[in-house]
């Protein structure tokens, strides 16, 4: 039978009906994608499957002694004992073993010959039940989480709620159940991480079912993509990507089948009222008959069809100067510990930069550091371009107040605005009837999300520091954002771990890790190939077989001194390219201050002159094209 069969189900609060008629099964080995807009019931079809919550209709049946394992977002974790026990707290006997070792070590400071003969019984039975086999394998999957193994001493209530998510995620995989519920996993996971699940999770012998809106991790992981809507759902045994290409395709046909039987039901029913009393009555009571046992098509059901009225417009701001932010020898250190030192970053209008790397290295750090936030023992300097108005969205939604409504937050930035043209301007952010007089405190992480991006928007602003702001975001509004940051005209510097978000958004990255900060002139997937190549190279290879004969020696020097000569001949045409730039970009400047000038009415000296500006402007980007790609070829090193 299969690992997990859902048949019929249904369920609401009151009068506000989620869902009914689902019906889906889950074989072992089978990795299915739960999707659907927040406040659809995503997470509440998982908890209905846990058995947290009783149905209204309909059953689920797991398998006879299947162990389940269920990661939820919120992070309900005893703050009791230390990382490790938690780590081991699905493993009732050992984890009593564990204590029961500690203690009798405890007991045997005092040397006497009883104490000691209880500790090595205390820990021959921890032996046997492969405790220290355990510990070890807990240990390897605690470091994949971003755990140390100094970590694993630590109380559980000193760390942060970010750790927590990834203990609580690490407390649930450490069991290895059978069947594996994950809602939003990704949510504290840094890139690494997140590739890493991927790879456990396609490998793993259960049935798992996932809710995420991280669409990469899905393509990464689900074969099968299930759409939860209020009549049931739609199966596709396809990725997230080929779904929703799938989907658009079977809404449209629908539609059109749908829109074809109404039209047919009117004019029929137009025919019978028309004849009904006529001479052609028993034609109309034929027709009649055929409309009552006519089985009628439903208006198809299209879940995303709300989400994506969430509007992310951005209000017209002035324009910025050229140069947006020219930073100087930055350095932070937290706790003792040097997150980056000596980072050069010159930011030009226009560009999204975006700040990537593992979780703590510093990533939030520097975007503070950038948005002038920095704490005041920060090293380097940020000069400002000019005309700048500035925001910022922070990952803790930080600037929300819990006890106001929407209505007040948005009236805290704008003043003048009356409660008609709050409620207006929150619809644009999907906030419906009364949603606008709820209050922070009861409203959801993806509501919050869209309260603090609706206050950032509210103002003028060419100059955006995001962080993380796509975490609780469902799919259509990531999506969104994306397309309003794409078509921005103004500069952003942001941190994600979206890979979909940074591939579409990013036209540059940074990046933080093991204490170096480094500024790559490149989008993030030409980044991600150049790591994968890096990588492949630091593999040790097999060594190159000896030259049998005199001559096969002097033929690989000559090689080598060619090999040689063309590197540093690169090394001197990338010096090149940097003066020819900074000469280009002078007289470009020059060129463009010349165009502002009032021609006199010598339009041919005008048009003359818009003519040079281009054409220097190409010759600039095919020099910075040409400066880009031998960096990047000098940064890999010789071949």
């Not at 073993?97 to 209880?118: N, Q, T, V, Y």
Request: overall charge negative; aromatic content about 6%.
């Amino acid at each position: 039978m299969a690992m997990l069969a859902v048949a019929d189900l249904s369920f609401g609060y009151g009068a506000n009906q989620l869902f009914t008629g689902v019906t889906f099964s889950v074989e072992a080995g089978e990795r299915a994608a739960l999707v659907a807009p927040n406040g659809a019931g995503k997470s509440t079809l998982l908890r209905l499957i846990a058995g947290e919550l009783a149905p209204d209709a309909g059953a689920v049946t797991i398998k006879k002694g299947a162990t389940l394992g269920y990661y939820r977002q919120s992070h309900e974790l005893s703050s009791e004992g230390d990382v490790l026990g938690a780590f081991l707290s699905g493993f009732s006997e050992v984890l009593a073993l564990r204590a029961e070792r500690d203690r009798a070590i405890a007991a045997a400071a005092s040397g006497e010959p009883l104490a000691l003969d209880a500790l090595a019984r205390a820990m021959d039975r921890y032996q046997l039940a492969h405790g220290d086999e355990l510990e070890r394998k807990v240990g390897m999957l605690a470091a994949r989480l971003g755990f140390s193994d100094a970590d694993l001493s630590r109380p559980v209530e000193s760390l942060s709620g970010g750790e927590r998510g990834r203990l609580l995620l690490g407390t649930v995989l450490a069991r290895e159940p059978e069947l594996l519920l994950l809602d939003e996993p990704t949510n504290h996971l840094d890139l690494d991480t997140i590739r890493w699940l991927e790879g456990y999770l396609s490998t793993y012998a259960g049935a798992v079912l996932i809710v995420s809106h991280d669409r990469a991790f899905l393509d990464g992981t689900t074969g099968e993509t299930m759409e939860l809507g209020r009549r049931g759902l739609r199966v596709y045994p396809l990725s997230y990507s080929a779904y929703a290409e799938a989907r658009a395709v079977d809404l449209a046909r629908e539609a059109a089948i749908f829109a074809d039987q109404q039209a047919f039901i009117q004019k029929t029913e137009d025919f019978i009222r028309k004849n009904i009393a006529g001479q052609k009555t028993k034609q109309a009571q034929s027709r009649r008959k055929m409309l009552d046992k006519l089985d009628a098509a439903e208006r198809p059901e299209d879940v995303w069809a709300r989400a994506e009225r969430v509007s992310f417009r951005f209000v017209p701001a002035p324009r910025s100067g050229d140069i947006v932010l020219d930073a100087k020898g930055l350095g932070a250190s937290r706790g003792g510990r040097a997150l980056f030192r000596g980072l050069d970053l010159f930011v030009k209008r226009g560009e999204r930069v975006a700040v990537v790397g593992p979780n703590g290295a510093g990533k939030s750090t520097l975007l503070k550091l950038l948005a002038g936030l920095g704490a005041p023992d920060d090293e380097g300097t940020v000069r400002r371009g000019t005309n700048l108005c500035e925001g910022v969205f922070d990952q803790h939604l930080g600037a929300l107040v819990e006890s106001r409504s929407l209505i007040d937050e948005i009236r805290s930035v704008k003043g003048d605005l009356n409660v008609d043209g709050a409620r207006q301007y929150l619809a644009r952010f999907r906030f419906y009837g009364d949603d606008p007089f709820r209050e922070i405190r009861g409203m959801s992480g993806g509501e919050r999300s869209r309260v603090a991006l609706a206050k950032l928007l509210l103002e003028p602003r060419n100059l955006l520091f995001l962080d993380e702001p796509t975490n609780h975001l469902d799919i259509p509004a990531a999506e969104i954002l994306e397309e309003a940051l794409v078509g921005f005209e103004g500069t952003v510097v942001f941190v994600s771990h979206d890979r979909r978000f940074l591939s579409n958004v990013a036209t540059r990255c940074v990046t933080v890790e093991g204490g170096v900060a480094e500024d790559h002139q490149s989008t993030f997937d030409e980044l991600v190939t150049w790591q994968a190549r890096r990588a492949a190279a630091a593999k040790p290879s097999a060594p190159p077989p000896k030259p049998r004969e005199k001559e096969d020696a002097k033929a690989s020097f000559e090689a080598e001194k060619q090999r040689a000569r063309a590197w540093e001949k690169k090394k001197k045409r990338l010096g090149e390219l940097e003066e020819e730039v900074a000469a280009k970009e002078g007289e470009l400047a020059r060129l463009v201050e010349a165009l502002k000038e009032d021609p006199g009415g010598d339009w041919e000296k005008l048009a003359r002159r818009a003519k040079e500006e281009q054409a220097l402007r190409r010759e600039v980007e095919r020099l910075m094209s040409e400066w880009s790609s031998l960096g990047d070829e000098l940064a890999r090193g010789p071949r």
